[in-house]
């Protein structure tokens, strides 16, 4: 069985403002999207969970939203490149657990993590770790689900909120889909869930028993096949890959340490697995500790076309210069190259 760990930013862009400037934090914080017909025309984007307990949400009309928000809340203009930018370097963050991860949309990414891990704990162990290392390196709260296949993962994610971590192995999950009830899955929202509840389905397993037209009548015929195998827990959709070219690889150590013999056999490791992912020789190498509290330090070199012999002894030596100059323990190791020459791109040249 697969492990999938999926991972979505808890009130994306009003949680970006928050970090942006953290004297609004205590307030309801509303991200708008002005449409400039009128001064206040336009909608609410999304908004921070204060703001949603006094009813603000996404989708609002403006003039609503301010009329509950009054002065109390805090009203800020979509800049939607800035967190793009943002996800970008969050998603950069998470794609270093795994090479097979798919970013699904702005704030949501699934991670393939099988091959990192032996047990289903493992996997939940990388999960919390990637929490952890989000929080502290962005002050980003995100939640985590993690789980077989990528739509039990999602539920699972979406039920963690805000902040939160929820998992269900194997052997947890007959038991999970037995008492699931159809508005949690992803894809049902209030409109076809409501037509479900009036043909007398609640509980996603209901469908079994309903009447096969009936049903996709209300549901259409694909989503009502997705809904019958995430049920029968037959639904395995793999992890596409969708990701920025990321030519890097990090590794979690067994432990966390100093121990150059434990350390340097994993940075060959993790340089032979950067440069096979790679076009062509790189011009720049860098080595990354991630240390035991989590901060991340780095030592680059840049010099012509590095050879993959000539990476091992530049990338140990990077190595060695980042546990001089510091007393920490490292928790992980990583080996980014850039700056390719590519010989694709030079083909395509001539
Ligand atoms: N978004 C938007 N308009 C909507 C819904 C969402 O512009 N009607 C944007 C703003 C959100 C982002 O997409 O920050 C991600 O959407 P989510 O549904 O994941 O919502 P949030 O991240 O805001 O909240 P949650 O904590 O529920 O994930
Ligand atoms: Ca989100």
Known sequence: ??????????????????????????????????????????????????????????????????????????????????????????????????????????????????????????????????????????????????????????????????????????????????????????GIGSILSKKLNDAGIKYLKDILGANRQAMIEILGNARYNYLVEIAENRYNSPVEERIRKNYGRYITLPENTRDTNIIMPLLRKAVDSAFSKAPGLPGEISAIGIMEDLNIVSRSYTGGRISLESAYGIATGLMGKILEADSRKLRRIGVRIGKMSSNESLDNFF
């Open 1 to 186: 069985m697969p492990f999938i760990i999926f991972i979505d930013f808890d009130y994306f862009y009003a949680q970006v403002e928050e970090i942006m400037d953290p004297s609004i934090k205590d307030k309801p914080v509303v991200v708008c999207v002005y449409s400039g017909r009128t001064e206040n025309s336009g909608a609410v984007a999304t908004s921070n969970y204060i703001a949603r307990s006094i009813g603000i949400k996404s989708g609002m009309p403006l003039p609503q939203a301010m009329n509950i928000g009054k002065d109390k809340a805090v009203f800020i203009p979509i800049r939607k490149d800035f967190y793009k930018e943002f996800s970008d370097r969050v998603m950069n963050t998470i794609s270093t657990y795994s090479d097979k991860m798919e970013i699904a949309s702005i704030d949501e990414a699934y991670l393939d993590v099988t091959g990192e891990c032996s047990t289903f704990q493992d996997a939940v162990k990388l999960g919390e770790e990637i929490k952890e290392e989000i929080f502290k390196e962005y002050g980003m709260k995100v939640s985590a689900g993690i789980s077989i296949n990528k739509a039990i993962a999602k539920i699972l994610g979406d039920m963690a909120k805000p902040d939160g971590l929820k998992y269900i192995d194997e052997s947890m999950v007959e038991e999970f889909l037995n008492t699931l009830e159809v508005k949690k899955i992803p």
